[in-house]
């Protein structure tokens, strides 16, 4: 059976030489720290950008600057519903 993955443009055979390159590196005992590790990275990563995400949207609010634009949009899709029907509304009716 042949797998057909694109990971970052790299085939599913060549992931699994890589892994395979790992495992004969390191061994099966340090593998799974290694990916520990990585995990690790990751979630630090992800935090460090969650936390500067707030800090930036915590400035801009303590500027007076609203950065939540699905309010702004949200209005617009209902100024739009509202448009539809004033123009459809007559139609409606006759049928």
């Given at each position: 059976?042949?797998?057909?993955?694109?990971?970052?443009?790299?085939?599913?055979?060549?992931?699994?030489?890589?892994?395979?390159?790992v495992l004969?590196?390191?061994?099966?005992?340090?593998?799974?720290?290694?990916?520990?590790?990585?995990?690790?990275?990751?979630?630090?990563?992800?935090?460090?950008?969650?936390?500067?995400?707030?800090?930036?949207?915590?400035?801009?609010?303590?500027?007076?600057?609203?950065v939540d634009?699905?309010?702004?949009?949200?209005?617009?899709?209902?100024?739009?519903?509202?448009?539809?029907?004033?123009?459809?509304?007559?139609?409606?009716?006759?049928?």
């Amino acid at each position: 059976m042949i797998f057909n993955v694109h990971f970052l443009f790299i085939s599913g055979a060549e992931i699994g030489f890589i892994l395979f390159i790992v495992l004969m590196v390191f061994g099966s005992d340090k593998v799974p720290e290694i990916a520990r590790g990585l995990g690790k990275g990751i979630r630090q990563i992800k935090n460090a950008t969650n936390d500067l995400k707030s800090e930036i949207s915590k400035g801009a609010k303590d500027q007076g600057i609203d950065v939540d634009i699905s309010k702004d949009v949200k209005n617009e899709i209902d100024k739009v519903k509202e448009d539809v029907d004033e123009i459809t509304g007559p139609i409606k009716r006759q049928f």
